[in-house]
Structure formats: structure tokens, C-alpha cells
């Protein structure tokens, strides 16, 4: 029987733009993150007018009552966090023990991302077949590529690894995602994980999950498939205004995850002897004695 050995779990808090424009939100966030038990604490960084069409950027947002400008445009303005603060971010996370990574969405966004020398930075799923930005990121960027695969055909997922080739088994991480907020069970297709991991396990650095469901069950599942990096959305209430707070894990929820993948990684092991330690006793009082 060949024995499956289980890394230890890497859990991110994806913040994203759930900080609302506003530094003190981000800290904070970064903060519960960290006493939540999470690993990273992770961005976004876009470049509104390179990202968007001139249409695109004057139409009204599609959802009135979250938006934070008359216009699309001017409601991703709001968000966008500078990269000197960006900055700020990172050696905050760096002083307070928590790893910082964020998202890029334009080739902007990656130049400045990549001055600043995170961990790893994030491509996302609407924005994985930029590949003058997977160039730049895999030519130009020392760290890990970290790859969502949402709303992305078998034949596009294809294609990016072997973009990235030789490198992409020291480098990049793939992640099985459903793109949706939230998320509805059904639609969370867990065993993408397997395909994925059949298909480019040994072409890559690591196969990942980033979900967008509700609770936490889902990505309990997701590890024991073999996933060691489980990625969600982070907020401190999900009933703040904005687009991402309703598929987000609120600090208890986060806290009970962290607290899950822990006990399964510890859980998830074969016995040293066939009886341990803690059943001898058991054993002595309680198993049957043929007469």
C-alpha cells in the first residue's frame, strides 16, 4: 500500500477589496487574519483605466447599492490601495508574522507588485490568459506564481503550464476554483482537484483550492484531496457594502478553519503499531476473552 503523506496546511485570507479604500480596515483585517490562525494575508492591486474599456469604466456599477462611485470606473477607483501602501501592507504582515501576497489584474499592477518582492503573487482567474503578464511574471518575478483556474477550459489550464514549462514544477500553483459569489455546493466541483492533479501533478509546484462557498466543510474535503493550499475570502462582516462580504468567512469562521486543517493534518496518518498506546488500556479492560 503506498502511504499518502499530507503537508501541513497553508491557509490565506483573501481580503482583497474587502478593506473598502481604507488602510485601517486592511490592518485590521491583516491583524484578525493573523490571530485567526491564517498564514497570509492576501490583496488585489489593479490599474482601473489600463484593466477596463472606456465603456467598461463609465458604465454604471451592475449593482447599485454596492457600488462606491457613479460608475463602474470610479467604484474600482475607490478600492485601489496605491503600491505604496501596498507596501505598508507587507511590512506590517512582515513585522506582525503573517506571509502578504496580493492578485494583479494588468501589467501595471505586476511591475510594481513584483518591486516589492512578495512571497508570491496571485494571477486571477479572469485574468489567467494575460500572457504578457504570465511572461513578465514568469521571466521577470523570482517568487511563486499562484494560478486560479476559474471560468478556464482543460485545454486553457493546458496551455499556461506549459507556458510556464521547466519552471512551473519550482514555481507555479494551480488552483481549482469555481468562479461565483457564493458559490453553491453543487457547483464547487471538488474533484477538479483530482483532474488537475492526474493531469499537471508533476508539472507543477502544487495543485490549490481557492473557494467561494459558504462554511467550511467544503475545504476540509478540498485538503484531503490533496490540496495543502486552501484560499478564501476574508472580511470582518459580511453584511459590509461590496461585492465580495457575502462569499467571505467572517474572523470566527476563519478561526474554525485554521482549527480544522490543523486537527485533519494531525488526524490524517496511518497507526505506528496496531495497537497504540492509548488503546492498550481499552484493550485490557474492554476486549473480548474467549472462554
Not at 12 to 40: D, P, S, T
Not at 48 to 63: A, G, S
Not at 79 to 96: G, K, P, S
Not at 104 to 129: F, H, L, R
Amino acid at each position: 500500500m503506498t502511504k499518502k503523506t499530507y503537508k501541513l496546511p497553508k491557509v490565506v485570507a483573501e481580503i482583497g477589496c474587502n478593506h473598502m479604500g481604507e488602510m485601517e480596515i486592511a490592518f485590521e483585517l491583516i491583524r484578525l487574519a493573523k490571530q485567526a490562525g491564517a498564514h497570509y494575508a492576501k490583496f488585489q492591486k489593479r490599474t482601473p483605466k489600463e484593466l477596463l474599456t472606456e465603456e467598461q469604466y463609465n458604465t454604471p456599477h451592475p449593482v447599485a447599492y454596492n457600488s462606491y462611485g457613479d460608475t463602474y470606473g470610479a467604484h474600482r477607483e475607490f478600492l485601489e490601495l496605491d503600491i505604496a501602501q501596498h507596501q505598508e501592507l507587507m511590512d506590517y504582515c512582515n513585522e506582525i508574522g503573517v506571509g502578504y501576497a496580493t492578485s494583479v489584474w494588468d501589467m501595471t499592477s505586476a511591475y510594481e507588485v513584483i518591486g516589492i518582492k512578495p512571497d508570491y503573487i496571485k494571477v486571477p482567474s479572469a485574468c489567467n490568459n494575460h500572457f504578457e503578464m504570465l511572461k513578465l511574471l514568469r521571466d521577470k518575478f523570482d517568487g511563486d506564481v499562484h494560478v486560479s483556474c476559474g471560468m478556464t477550459t482543460q485545454e486553457e489550464i493546458k496551455k499556461i503550464v506549459e507556458f510556464f514549462g521547466e519552471t512551473a514544477k519550482d514555481r507555479l500553483v494551480i488552483y481549482s476554483c469555481t468562479s461565483g459569489y457564493p458559490v453553491p455546493f453543487e457547483d464547487v466541483c471538488l474533484l477538479e482537484i483530482n483532474r488537475l492533479k492526474e493531469d499537471f501533478g508533476d508539472k507543477v509546484k502544487a495543485v490549490a483550492f481557492s473557494g467561494h462557498h459558504l462554511g467550511m466543510a467544503v475545504d476540509i474535503a478540498a485538503y484531503t484531496l490533496g490540496t495543502h493550499w486552501i484560499e478564501r475570502h476574508f472580511t470582518k462582516d459580511r453584511t459590509w457594502k461590496g461585492t465580495d462580504h457575502s462569499a467571505s468567512l467572517e474572523t470566527p469562521g476563519l478561526t474554525k478553519l485554521c482549527r480544522d486543517l490543523t486537527a485533519t493534518h494531525k488526524a490524517l496518518s496511518y497507526k505506528k503499531e496496531e495497537i497504540l498506546e492509548i488503546e492498550k488500556p481499552q484493550r485490557d479492560k474492554l476486549k473480548y476473552r474467549p472462554h
